[in-house]
């Protein structure tokens, strides 16, 4: 309790620095995967896939949430907001959790199509993935507030201001993401990408879906 009380302190008095480490944290996660620089377990193919549709539901909710939480905000229902914030909050580390384990043990996936519908999904694509980058540090700066104020506090706060855009950051981003999702394994067909390419071709068209 001591120790929960001494972090709450220190978010309270400094949440911009607490909002940075923790942001960091996330990015060096993230491109340390990419990198190799973290080891993780090879997993086989068909984790890998069923991986992405367990995180495509994942983001559904996180979405969900999200709406529910400006619904609550805006009804004033403070204590549902809250629910529902730390909720999407939640399930998008386990988003991370899922999806680095997917880079870092397995592979990725490249759409096969041409054409317009080939560039738009590109460029929904670089969009989701340059949200899901900016959004970090708003989305941890209001929930680090929103977790070291109490509700009258955060008033004097920039949590409102800082909460709206990480609420059109994050949930563009999601909703992107689940978009792609869709076009790249339930309208279109795939092609492996990265390390593991070569063992899936071995495999077969059989786990394309």
């Not at 993935?129 to 009258?152: D, E, K, Q, R």
Request: charged residues 15%.
């Amino acid at each position: 309790m001591a120790v929960a009380d001494r972090l709450q302190s220190h978010a309270r008095a400094s949440p911009r620095r607490v909002t940075a480490v923790l942001s960091l944290v996330g990015y060096v996660l993230v491109f340390g995967t990419f990198g190799g620089a973290f080891p993780f377990p090879s997993i086989s193919n068909e984790t890998v896939i069923l991986l992405s549709d367990a995180i495509a539901v994942v983001n559904t909710l996180a979405l969900c949430c999200i709406l529910a939480g400006v619904y609550f905000i805006k009804t004033d229902q403070v204590r549902r907001h809250r629910a529902a914030m730390l909720s999407a909050f939640a399930l998008i580390v386990l988003f991370l959790v899922l999806y680095l384990l997917k880079v870092g043990g397995g592979f990725e996936k490249s759409i096969l199509v041409e054409g317009a519908v080939y560039y738009a999904y590109l460029v929904m694509l670089a969009v989701h993935i340059l949200l899901s980058a900016v959004s970090v540090p708003v989305v941890v700066h209001a929930v680090v507030l929103g977790l070291s104020h109490t509700p009258s506090e955060l008033r004097e706060t920039a949590h409102a201001r800082v909460g709206r855009i990480a609420v059109a950051a994050w949930g563009i981003s999601l909703f992107l993401g689940i978009v792609t999702y869709v076009m790249l394994n339930h309208i279109y067909m795939w092609e492996p990408r990265g390390e593991a390419a070569l063992l899936l071709a071995l495999v077969g068209p059989k786990l394309k879906r």
